[in-house]
């Protein structure tokens, strides 16, 4: 390591004004603070500092992803061998390298057109590339089906950064979650690749699928009255998004992100209960023709990207509410804003997603109300002497 640190010191000068290559400043910036902390200091002012910088912070929940990505790998083999007939000849390892296979172009397309974007834009304006699409860049593929044309991947991706982010300054300036706009943006675009029986499944061969299985989602099952069990659900071994089918690997990065102090217990708790009491209040008044007012509320929560959703993309600490109060708010009504879209149009069954976009457009309306509240709070104890 230091004789790499070494070699960056004596390149370094060419990179900076003046130096032959200062135009790439920013791109010789960004290699080198995702190798080494950086070493400079900051020149003036007061500064609070802790060993948790932006770079660990998006690492962790990389890491946090991690059993997701794994489980959705093996997943997409076992649907495939499953859909072929295959599954009983065989092995673990066999499966897994056919959903590694699947899964890790559009984990490479994702990274490569986002980070491409991100440096260019970096470039031209003259600003550090930061670490921000380290996340960005694996929660796509984990919010995609893994057939999903590589082409596609790369449209949608470029669109989540362009107009997700840099149209805003870039990170921790957009409003919405760029991984959740490129899955809308595909889901709107090209509603055939994001939806349907076999819209789920690698290689998927009409011909050699078993008699009798069903390729639909849970969502699509349920809304058609047939209901997914809630153990098969939760422990994830059903069609679906890469990284959303598994409840128990989810839940597994949400301890990682809880036990860092990287996301927030209160937003996290709160889209849960919020989905509890709508799912809840549906069963209990809902229409009995109404098929998804008729699914168990618990069934919801480990349905489609509810999980997920709210363990990766509610917490997003630059997209939710910041205050300590308006995690509560923001949190429950994203949770119940899903189940209602679930359940009253039938067209969305996905709820989640158009759930935390809608309250990513508002979270900063709902911290204004606490700060505002706060402020009013404090007028009152002042005490004005004449």
Same mark, same amino acid.
């Given at each position: 390591?230091?004789? %790499?640190?070494?070699?960056?010191?004596?390149?370094?000068?060419?990179? !900076?004004?003046?130096?032959?290559?200062?135009?790439?400043?920013?791109?010789?910036?960004?290699?080198?603070?995702?190798?080494?902390?950086?070493?400079?200091?900051?020149?003036? &002012?007061?500064?609070?500092? #802790?060993?948790?910088?932006?770079?660990?912070?998006?690492?962790?929940?990389?890491?946090?992803?991690?059993?997701?990505?794994?489980?959705?790998?093996?997943?997409?083999?076992? !649907?495939?061998?499953?859909?072929?007939?295959?599954?009983? #000849?065989?092995?673990?390892? !066999?499966?897994?390298?056919?959903?590694?296979?699947?899964?890790?172009?559009?984990?490479?397309?994702?990274?490569?057109?986002?980070?491409?974007?991100?440096?260019?834009?970096? !470039?031209?304006?003259?600003?550090?590339?930061?670490?921000?699409?380290?996340?960005?860049?694996?929660?796509?593929? =984990? @919010?995609?089906?893994?057939? @999903?044309? =590589?082409?596609?991947?790369?449209?949608?991706?470029?669109?989540?950064?362009?107009?997700?982010?840099?149209?805003?300054?870039?990170?921790?300036?957009?409003?919405?979650? *760029?991984?959740?706009?490129?899955?809308?943006?595909?889901?709107?675009?090209? *509603?055939?690749?994001?939806?349907?029986?076999?819209?789920?499944?690698?290689?998927?061969?009409?011909?050699?699928?078993?008699?009798?299985?069903?390729?639909?989602?849970?969502?699509?099952?349920?809304?058609?009255?047939?209901?997914?069990?809630?153990? #098969?659900?939760?422990?994830?071994?059903?069609?679906?998004?890469?990284?959303?089918?598994?409840?128990?690997?989810?839940?597994?990065?949400?301890?990682?992100? %809880?036990?860092?102090?990287?996301?927030?217990?209160?937003?996290?708790?709160?889209?849960?209960?919020?989905?509890?009491?709508?799912?809840?209040?549906?069963?209990?008044? &809902?229409?009995?023709?109404?098929?998804?007012? $008729?699914?168990?509320?618990?069934?919801?929560? @480990?349905?489609?990207?509810?999980?997920?959703?709210?363990?990766?993309?509610?917490? #997003?600490?630059?997209?939710?509410?910041?205050?300590?109060?308006?995690?509560?708010?923001?949190?429950?009504?994203?949770?119940?804003?899903?189940?209602?879209?679930?359940?009253?149009?039938?067209?969305? *069954?996905?709820?989640?997603?158009?759930?935390? =976009?809608?309250?990513?457009?508002?979270?900063?309306?709902?911290?204004?109300?606490?700060? $505002?509240?706060?402020?009013?709070?404090?007028?009152?104890?002042?005490?004005?002497?004449?």
């Amino acid at each position: 390591m230091n004789a %790499l640190r070494n070699f960056l010191d004596n390149v370094k000068p060419k990179f !900076q004004e003046g130096g032959k290559f200062a135009k790439f400043r920013s791109t010789f910036g960004a290699f080198e603070t995702f190798l080494f902390t950086p070493n400079e200091t900051n020149k003036c &002012g007061v500064h609070v500092r #802790d060993a948790v910088d932006l770079k660990r912070t998006m690492i962790v929940v990389v890491l946090a992803l991690m059993p997701a990505l794994f489980f959705g790998m093996y997943n997409t083999g076992y !649907q495939h061998f499953r859909m072929t007939g295959e599954l009983a #000849d065989v092995t673990f390892w !066999q499966i897994f390298f056919k959903g590694f296979l699947a899964v890790l172009p559009i984990i490479v397309v994702s990274y490569v057109v986002g980070l491409a974007i991100e440096f260019a834009s970096a !470039q031209m304006r003259g600003h550090e590339v930061n670490e921000g699409f380290l996340v960005s860049g694996m929660l796509i593929p =984990l @919010v995609m089906p893994a057939d @999903v044309p =590589l082409w596609m991947v790369g449209v949608a991706t470029a669109f989540a950064v362009i107009f997700g982010k840099e149209v805003y300054g870039g990170t921790g300036m957009n409003m919405w979650n *760029p991984a959740l706009l490129a899955r809308v943006f595909l889901f709107f675009a090209y *509603p055939t690749k994001m939806s349907g029986e076999t819209a789920w499944y690698y290689n998927y061969s009409a011909e050699a699928a078993v008699d009798g299985f069903s390729g639909a989602t849970p969502l699509a099952m349920a809304n058609a009255g047939n209901y997914t069990s809630f153990a #098969d659900a939760f422990f994830g071994l059903i069609p679906g998004s890469v990284g959303e089918t598994s409840a128990v690997a989810i839940l597994i990065g949400a301890f990682i992100l %809880l036990y860092t102090g990287v996301a927030s217990w209160k937003t996290m708790l709160s889209v849960f209960v919020g989905g509890i009491a709508m799912g809840w209040l549906f069963n209990t008044c &809902g229409s009995a023709e109404n098929p998804m007012a $008729q699914l168990p509320w618990y069934n919801h929560l @480990v349905y489609g990207g509810f999980c997920f959703g709210a363990v990766f993309m509610a917490t #997003d600490p630059v997209t939710s509410a910041r205050t300590e109060g308006g995690k509560f708010i923001y949190g429950f009504l994203i949770g119940a804003m899903a189940i209602v879209i679930r359940v009253l149009n039938p067209g969305f *069954p996905e709820g989640m997603m158009l759930a935390i =976009l809608l309250m990513n457009t508002f979270a900063p309306l709902i911290d204004h109300f606490f700060i $505002q509240a706060n402020i009013n709070r404090r007028k009152k104890r002042v005490t004005i002497k004449a």
